[in-house]
């Protein structure tokens, strides 16, 4: 069998052994050559040995970018905020962007 399809089945089986039983498990690929090899490895008979014991279902997904991602927090935080809340400063690295992001946080006068 070819390392990359090796190193995908204990991908699998360490993510199924940290995973409850009947859960899902939850599997990131980067693209669809990744994907193609996470697949041909979950077929392995040990893999689905391990599968039907622990009872789960293995799924693999495209995750977000990882500037989605942040975009995504970002906006989680702002809409959490408390009301007394007026502005919030998000770190940066310097290297990554000219300015530093400060988000006006809406007056509520109710």
């Known amino acids: 069998m070819s390392q990359p399809i090796d190193r995908g089945k204990q991908i699998i089986k360490d993510a199924i052994r940290s995973t409850e039983t009947g859960e899902i498990v939850r599997i990131p690929v980067a693209d669809a050559a990744n994907l193609a090899v996470f697949e041909q ?10 599968v039907i014991q622990k009872g789960v279902r293995v799924e693999f997904y ?14 989680a935080v702002i809409e959490s905020a408390d009301s007394e809340v007026q502005e919030i400063l998000f770190p940066y690295l310097q290297e990554d962007y000219w300015a530093l992001l400060v988000v006006p946080m809406p007056c509520q006068n109710s």
Do not use: G, I, S, W
């Open 62 to 75: 495209f995750p977000d970018p990882p500037v989605e991602q942040a975009k995504k927090h970002m906006l």
């Open 41 to 50: 490895a979950l077929r392995a008979a040990d893999v689905q040995r391990m």
